[in-house]
C-alpha cells in the first residue's frame, strides 16, 4: 500500500473558461500542466488580463520539474511570459506550440533563457517521478495533445482540450485506441474538458465548415473576406484552399494573422499552394471575383482588421455592393454585442454577411456530451475530475459520469485552490491553497487590488468631484475660496450653477465653524459628506468626493 | 391625387433593441407610435438609461395628437414618465397597458394630469386625421395589439411585437383574418417586428411551455423555484395553474413580480385558483414538496429575487440540495454573464438548475421567419419597412420580403432619424431629423453627454491623478511642496514612492522654471504632460491627472 498521496492542484480554469493551470504533486515532485491567461470582465475595469495564482508553487519552488503544455491556445500558455522569470523550469511542448510560445517570450526578451523540451504527440518525457506521454487530440489548433501522466500512485489521464473529428482536416485524429488500451490497463484518474458539457450530441467535424465556405466562395460575385481565429491553422488551411480552387488569390489582413501563417507555413502545419498567397498591395488592382481576404476580427476587436474595415479606416479595403463577408467563429461569451455591431456595420456598407450558427461556417473545438461519455467509457477511471469549464459545466460533466455508473462520491467537482489527495486507500479534498485572481494591469502583475477595482468602479458610474481647500497653517484659517473641479460628473459649463453652489456650502460651512475645528478630519468627513449629500439630492448622483487641502 | 406626403418618422427602435417611438405625420397631424427605454450598454458609464430624442417632436408640438402605445412592455413605455411632461397629449392603449403605466406616472406623480383613452383589442380610436385600430397580437404580455392606421394617402399596418401562437395560454390568437382583410382592401405600408428576423421556421406556442414546467414540477423532490419576466402574465398563470395541479402552493419573491400579480389579478388577466397563493412568511413552515415559488431575475439583476437567493441573502429562503430551480426566459443579448453566474451560484448550492434553450422552458414572444412571410403574404403591402431591431434583422427582413417579390425600391431600410416621404405616386427618403440617444442619468435627462463619458472611461481604465500646487498669488512662486492624490490608479500605501517621485518632478519642474512662467498654462500643459509620461513610463498606465491650483 502507497501512503505517500498523488495530490491535485487546479490553480486556474475550474469555475471560469480561461488561465488554466493544474500542479500534479507526488512527493517531492511537482508538474504543471498548462500556464494560461484569461481576459477580464467588464467589472475588472482597466485590467488588462487575468493570470493564475502561484503562490504555491513558490513555496514550494524546488520541486516544480516543469510545465507540459497541451496546446498553444492563450488560455493554456499565455501566463508563461508571467510565471516563467519567477519559476524558470524547462517547458514540455509539441513543434507548434514552442514557435508560438517562442514569440511571446522574445517579445517579453525571456526567450534566450527558456528551455524547452519538445516531444512530438505520442512521445514521452520524465519529469521527477512522473512519465508523461502526449497523445494526440484534435482541437481548434494544431499539435494538441492530451497527456498519460504515470505516477507511482497510478495513471492519470488529462484530455486537455479536445473534441473527437474521425476526419480532421490535418493531423491526426484524437488518439481513442491508445485511451482504450491505457483504459485497459487501469487509470486512476481522469481529468478531461468540461467546456461544452451542457451541449447534446457531437462535435461536427472541421469538415463541414470547409464545404459551407466553399459553397459561398462559390456563389460569391465578388470578394469574399473570412475572419476567424488566428490560431485556427486548419481552418486557415480549408480557406487557402477553396481560394485555390475558385482561382481566387489570398490576402492576409491583420498581424496576429500574418505572424501566424507565417511560423505555421514555416513549421509545415500550413500548405499553400504556389502564388496563392498575394501581397495586399496588389489587392486594389486584383478583379474583385479573384479575391479571398483573410483577416482577424472574428470577436468584433475594435482595433481588429475586419472591423477596421468595417470602420473604413483601413487603406486597402472599403466594404461595398457585392462584397460577401464569412465570420468563421462563435462570439466568444461577452463579445456579443462587439460582434454584432460589426455584422450591423458591414450590411450597412451593402455586404452579404454569413454569420452565426445557422451557417455551417464554424464549428466549435470541444467535445459534446457523446464524445464525453465515450472518453468515460473507453478510459474507465476510478475517479473522475472534470475541468476547463464554468460551475455549470463542470457539475454537468459530473452528472453524465454519474449517469454512466460513476459512483457520486468518486467525482470530484473542484473549484481553483482545492486539492485533491489520491492514494491507493481511496479520494479526499484536502485543505484549500491560495489561488486568487492575479491582475495584469500595464507594467506590473498583482498590485491590482479589491480598492483599486472598487474606485475604478465608482469612478466610471458618477465621476470624481475634486474641493480644494487651502488652510493658513498658522491660524488655521480657510484661506480664499475653497475650489471645485470635476470630471465625469456633470457637464462643468452647463452646471457651473450647482458646482459654485457646492463651493459656497463649503465656504458656508467652514467660516461658520470654530477656526480650531477646521482640522483634517473635520474637512474629510464633516465637509465631504454635507458635499455628497448637496450633490445627490441635486443630481441623484454619487460622484467620488476628493478633499484636497494645502496648508499654506 | 395627393400631392400631401404622409411622413413615417422613426425617432427609436431602429438600429437597436429598445427605446422604440415611431411618428406618423400627415399634414397639421402627428400620431406617435409608443415611447419605450432602453438600458445602456456598457460603454455607456454611469447611464441609467437610454430615451428616444423627441425634439422633432417638440418643435412640432402642435401638431401631436396623442401617443399610442401597443403594449405595455418598457421598450415601448417606459419613456413615458419624461416624454409625457413635455408633449402633454393623450395616451391611447388597452386595459392592461394602462394599469401597468399607471404604477409608473404615479412613481413620477405624474398620473392625475395624464388623459387615457382605453381601447379593447378590436376597437379604434381617431387622431386628427388619423383613424387607428387596434388588432389583437400574441406576444410576452396580454393585451398587446398592433395598429391599422387609415390616412389620406393609404393604410399603414404596423404589427407591434407580436408573434402567431395559435393556441395561445390567455387572449385571442393574432387576428390574421383581419391582417388578411385589410390586406384585400390594399396596404400602403406594412411595418413589422424584425426582432427574430434571423430565425427559420416558426416560434411555438406559450402552451410548450406550460407542458415543460408541468413535467419539471412533476419529478422534483422538493421545492420548486421559477424565474420569468415579470410582465409575462401568461407564464405566470401556467406556472401558478401547474402549482394548482400538482397540490403546491404560490409564493412571490420579487417586488415587480408581486405587484404585477396584483395588478393583473385585480384586472382579471391573471387567475388565481382559491387557496394556491401563499404569504412569504409562510414559506418556511410549508413542507418543501408542496412550494412553488415565483420570483424576479431571469436576467441575473444584481438585486432580484432570485440573485439574492442564490447568495445566501434572502431572509426566507436559502438554497438546499433537492431544489429546483427553473429559469423560464432566455438571456437578453449582454446579459449571459449575469444569469450565467447565478446558475453556477445555484448549483454550488446543491440545486438542480433548469436553464437554456435545451429545457423547453421558455419561448420567446416575436415571429420567426415563416411567420414574418405569412404577414407579408396576407397584407400585401405596396411598400414595407422592417422596424423592431438591430441593423441585420432589419436588412435581413427586407431580404425576406424580397424574397416573396417584393421590389427592392418598395423596400425601406432606416435608421432612426430618417424620414419616410409616401403620397401616391411613390416613397423616397427625405431629410434626416434629430434621433440621437438621449441619457437619463440620476435626475437629469440628456445633460450626460460624449465628453462626460469619456471621462468615465477614462477614470475607469486607469483612475485619476490629482496634483495639488499652491502659487503665492504676489510673487507667482510655489509655496511649500505640490501634493498627488490618487484614485483608482495605484496602491496609494504600496506606490507611495512612486507618488513621492512625481511630486519631486513637479517641484523640479517648477523650481527650475522662471518666476513668471509659472503660469496655469505651464500647469495644465508642461507640468501635466511630464507627470502623465512619468507615470506612463514607471507603470504603462495612464490616468486623468488633474492639476489643482491655489492662487494664494
Not at 472518453?375 to 453524465?400: I, Q
Not at 454519474?402 to 468518486?410: E, I, N, T, V
Amino acid at each position: 500500500m502507497i501512503k505517500e498521496k498523488l495530490k491535485i492542484i487546479p490553480l486556474g480554469g475550474l469555475g471560469e473558461i480561461g488561465k488554466n493551470m493544474t500542479a500534479v504533486e507526488y512527493g517531492e515532485d511537482i508538474l504543471v500542466i498548462d500556464a494560461g491567461l484569461m481576459f477580464p470582465d467588464e467589472e475588472m475595469l482597466g485590467v488588462d488580463l487575468l493570470i493564475p495564482d502561484i503562490s504555491y508553487l513558490l513555496e514550494h519552488k524546488s520541486k516544480v520539474r516543469g510545465i507540459v503544455i497541451t496546446h498553444a491556445h492563450e488560455d493554456h500558455i499565455g501566463a508563461l511570459p508571467y510565471v516563467l522569470p519567477q519559476l524558470n523550469v524547462p517547458i514540455h511542448c509539441t513543434k507548434l506550440a514552442k514557435g508560438l510560445i517562442s514569440v511571446k517570450l522574445k517579445e517579453r526578451k525571456i526567450l534566450s533563457q527558456t528551455k524547452f523540451n519538445v516531444v512530438a504527440p505520442g512521445g514521452h518525457f520524465n519529469a521527477g517521478r512522473f512519465t508523461v506521454e502526449l497523445f494526440p487530440v484534435c482541437h481548434s489548433i494544431p499539435d494538441a495533445v492530451g497527456l498519460i501522466i504515470r505516477t507511482p500512485v497510478g495513471t492519470i489521464v488529462h484530455t486537455g482540450d479536445f473534441k473527437l473529428d474521425y476526419t480532421p482536416v490535418s493531423g491526426p485524429p484524437t488518439d481513442l485506441s491508445r485511451l482504450a488500451q491505457v483504459g485497459s490497463q487501469g487509470v486512476l484518474l481522469l481529468m478531461a474538458d468540461s467546456t461544452y458539457a451542457e451541449l447534446p450530441g457531437y462535435t461536427p467535424s472541421e469538415q463541414v465548415v470547409g464545404q459551407a465556405i466553399d459553397h459561398i466562395i462559390t456563389n460569391a460575385p465578388g470578394r469574399v473576406l473570412v475572419t476567424t481565429f488566428a490560431s485556427l491553422i486548419s481552418r486557415m488551411q480549408q480557406i487557402i484552399d477553396a481560394a485555390a480552387r475558385h482561382d481566387r488569390r489570398v490576402f492576409v489582413i491583420g498581424r496576429s494573422m500574418s505572424d501566424n501563417v507565417r511560423i505555421a507555413s514555416d513549421l509545415g502545419y500550413l500548405k499553400l499552394p504556389p502564388g496563392v498567397m498575394g501581397r495586399v498591395e496588389e489587392l486594389s488592382r486584383t478583379p474583385h471575383d479573384k479575391v479571398v481576404v483573410l483577416t482577424t476580427g472574428s470577436q468584433g476587436e475594435p482595433t481588429s482588421g475586419l472591423v477596421r474595415i468595417a470602420s473604413r479606416v483601413n487603406p486597402h479595403l472599403s466594404i461595398m455592393p457585392g462584397d460577401t463577408v464569412i465570420i468563421s467563429a462563435s462570439p466568444i461569451p461577452g463579445n456579443e454585442s462587439l460582434v454584432n455591431r460589426t455584422v450591423d456595420n458591414l450590411f450597412k456598407q451593402g455586404a452579404q454577411v454569413f454569420y452565426g450558427s445557422r451557417t455551417q461556417a464554424h464549428v466549435h473545438g470541444h467535445a459534446s456530451q457523446e464524445e464525453l461519455k465515450l472518453v468515460l467509457n473507453l478510459t474507465k477511471p476510478k475517479y473522475f475530475m472534470p475541468v476547463h469549464g464554468e460551475y455549470r459545466h463542470l457539475t454537468l460533466h459530473a452528472k453524465l459520469a454519474q449517469s454512466l455508473g460513476m459512483p457520486d462520491a468518486y467525482t470530484f467537482v473542484l473549484e481553483d485552490g482545492d486539492v485533491l489527495e489520491l492514494n491507493s486507500a481511496g479520494g479526499k479534498v484536502g485543505t484549500k491553497v491560495s489561488a486568487d485572481n492575479v491582475y495584469v494591469d500595464g507594467m506590473s502583475v498583482g498590485d491590482v487590488n479589491s480598492a483599486i477595482l472598487h474606485n475604478r468602479r465608482m469612478l466610471s458610474r458618477d465621476g470624481i468631484v475634486v474641493l480644494s481647500v487651502a488652510i493658513n497653517k498658522h491660524s488655521g484659517k480657510l484661506v480664499g475660496r475653497p475650489g471645485i473641479v470635476s470630471r465625469g460628473f456633470v457637464d462643468a459649463a452647463e452646471a457651473r450653477e450647482l458646482l459654485n453652489a457646492g463651493c459656497d456650502l463649503v465656504a458656508d460651512l467652514l467660516g461658520r465653524c470654530d477656526i480650531h475645528s477646521v482640522t483634517s478630519g473635520f474637512i474629510d468627513n464633516e465637509i465631504k459628506n454635507a458635499l455628497d449629500k448637496y450633490f445627490y439630492d441635486k443630481t441623484k448622483r454619487r460622484p467620488i468626493i476628493l478633499p484636497v487641502q494645502m496648508h499654506v
